[in-house]
């Protein structure tokens, strides 16, 4: 039978591996969102530069279907 001490012993260690393992994950998270983040600031930047080359903030006036057909049409 085993004795107190080695109870705890047993009980310190599950302990300390699930905190090596609760530590690995939160730093895998933080890499998950820095990666995320720096995503972010370059698909804003993208919109920046596309909402730029927009005409009028694309809000362009009322279109005809037929300015926009093929010339072979």
């Known amino acids: 039978m085993p004795s107190a001490q080695d109870i705890t012993e047993q009980r310190l260690i599950a302990l300390e591996m699930k905190a090596s393992y609760a530590e690995d994950l939160l730093d895998q998270l933080n890499l998950t969102i820095y990666q995320q983040q720096q995503l972010i600031e370059r698909l804003v ?7 730029q080359q927009v005409p009028d903030g694309g809000t362009g006036g009322v279109r005809n279907l037929r300015d926009e057909l093929p010339p072979h049409y």
């Open 45 to 51: 930047h993208e919109i920046h530069h596309l909402r």
